[in-house]
């Protein structure tokens, strides 16, 4: 919900609560034939307060920015599958790597446009741009190293702005 006087300021909050299902697939292939693929599957619980300046008074295009928390609901979400199995069960191996790479929280910053409509329907486009590293690397046998891997996301949602009170 959006904290705004409609007839006197162009300014607004607008705490969200919000689910989110990312990832991403990593992709791997070598001289020797071996092909394999993991693929992250995080699911976020995410709280996002954006502040929003709406550019023209008499409708409800608007600019946002803000932050996001992401809190991580499934850090072992990881699935593997490759095209040798003689080198280990894929099963064995997808929960070896579970054990070594797991997922952490997510935080960034958003700046997005949209449009509400007079009704509570708001329509919006939003890109997310992660600062903190979202899959830590333990020390592990397959030579992997910690390196920053880092959210980034393009989203459009199309939702409807509840009145619990207004100011």
């Known amino acids: 919900y959006r904290f705004r006087d409609n007839n006197n300021t162009s300014f607004a909050i607008q705490p969200e609560l919000t689910y989110a299902d990312q990832g ?4 791997y292939n070598d001289i020797n034939g071996l092909d394999y693929s993991i693929a992250f599957q995080y699911n976020y619980l995410r709280l996002t307060p954006m502040v929003k300046i709406y550019l023209i008074d008499e409708i409800g295009l608007n600019i946002a920015l803000g932050a996001e928390l992401g809190f991580n609901l499934g850090t072992a979400n990881l699935n593997y599958t490759s095209n040798m199995p003689n080198l280990g069960p894929d099963l064995q191996i997808q929960q070896s790597l579970r054990q070594v790479l797991k997922g ?31 899959i830590e690397t333990q020390a592990n046998g397959f030579y992997f190293v910690e390196n920053q891997n880092r ?5 459009a949602t199309l939702s409807y702005a509840i009145p619990f009170f207004s100011w």
């Open 104 to 134: 952490r929280n997510n935080v960034g910053f958003t700046v997005g446009i949209g449009y509400e409509l007079p009704m509570g329907l708001m329509i919006s486009g939003r890109y997310i741009y992660g600062i903190s590293d979202v």
């Open 151 to 155: 959210n980034t996301t393009i989203e």
């Open 24 to 27: 991403g697939i990593f992709n």
